[in-house]
């Protein structure tokens, strides 16, 4: 794609902008531009566009609405000690949205495009990144189908847009363990289904649980397999992770039903690195329960690149509660948390390669 620059000619005022990233919420305020770019089988991708960020023109037969064939990714820009901005491993997101986009049967975006969107618009929108310990700017690429019509098939046409929000913590106020709800009666995903895809479907079918584990008074819900009801998969957008009392890490392997996190990826690797072995295999729910009781899990955290890592206190599911060592951020989940976001602002040495600088 090559794309054409179209500033907008109404950006928001620096006052009012300062204001806004002051204090920075998750998702609710957007910069002053977006990347755009159609596709259709006659011409494949084109017209792609940096322009003003403003409402789209959606028609009520579009595809989108009624067959959910969407997918989107999320990643985020991070101002530096020099007062510049990087990217964190875009091209895996890149990759990502790629599968999901063969999984959904929508046209993938090439990756090199994708990488080039996310730079064009931090770059226009720089001013935009927000400084301070967890605040970052927060892009959400997404493709969307456009065909009209209620013939259930794959649309032969399609947008590729790209969003960013400066965001301050995913979860408000100062870190804290959040409390989970283990759900007993809906799933995420299942074997064949589009648990490893970044789909709107997968999201829109985890709310109810969602909903439930508010009603009882928790931040999250954690799912589990859909076959055995035993298996632990992921939160609603985060994957997760015990620690056991001798140092390792035990996190469910990507199997097809869970997302291929990259902020899990990347938190594997560090651990390594740093000394601890790391388990990715199935993982029985009742390790986690009992082991919080005898205390051979003594913490217990969830990742993503919203959330980055966040420790989880308790476990609650009807009638019982398992809380892992004292319920506070553990010594390791804190180190790594450390290691990792040091590498994202550019306070670490980053010997993979992870971080792209953009301006």
């Not at 819900?221 to 390792?248: K, T």
Request: proline fraction near 6%; charge should be negative; include cysteine.
């Amino acid at each position: 794609m090559k794309f054409a620059v179209q500033p907008t000619g109404t950006p928001v005022d620096a006052e009012a902008r300062a204001e806004i990233l002051a204090n920075p919420a998750f998702g609710k305020v957007f910069t002053d531009h977006m990347v755009t770019a159609e596709f259709s089988v006659a011409e494949g991708w084109h017209d792609a566009r940096l322009e003003a960020y403003g409402p789209v023109s959606v028609d009520p037969a579009s595809v989108v609405l009624h067959y959910g064939q969407t997918v989107f990714e999320g990643l985020k820009a991070y101002q530096q000690p020099d007062g510049g901005v990087a990217l964190f491993r875009p091209e895996r997101n890149a990759a990502r949205m790629a599968a999901s986009c063969r999984r959904l049967a929508l046209p993938e975006v090439p990756e090199e495009s994708f990488v080039e969107a996310c730079k064009l618009l931090v770059t226009t929108d720089k001013d935009w990144v927000p400084s301070g310990e967890g605040a970052s700017l927060y892009l959400r690429p997404f493709v969307w189908a456009t065909e009209i019509g209620l013939g259930v098939r794959p649309s032969d046409t399609a947008l590729f847009q790209l969003i960013a929000s400066p965001s301050g913590n995913y979860f408000s106020g100062p870190l804290r363990p959040v409390s989970l709800w283990l759900s007993q009666e809906y799933t995420r995903a299942a074997p064949g289904g589009t648990g490893a895809a970044k789909c709107g479907g997968n999201y829109a079918a985890s709310l109810v649980a969602q909903q439930e584990a508010i009603a009882n008074g928790c931040d999250q819900v954690v799912f589990l397999d859909a076959v055995e009801h035993r298996w632990l998969e992921e939160l609603g957008g985060m994957n997760i992770f015990l620690v056991m009392d001798d140092g390792r890490l035990v996190t469910p392997d990507v199997s097809g039903t869970i997302l291929e996190g990259i902020t899990r990826d990347s938190i594997v690797t560090i651990a390594r690195e740093l000394g601890h072995e790391v388990e990715e295999r199935k993982v029985d729910v009742d390790e986690w329960r009992k082991g919080a009781v005898d205390g051979s899990v003594v913490e217990v955290f969830a990742c993503g690149t919203a959330a980055v890592i966040t420790p989880i206190g308790a476990l609650r599911w009807p009638g019982g509660e398992a809380v892992a060592g004292s319920g506070e951020p553990g010594e390791i989940t804190m180190k790594l948390r450390k290691a990792l976001m040091d590498i994202q602002y550019g306070r670490a040495e980053d010997p993979h390669g992870w971080v792209t600088r953009v301006c």
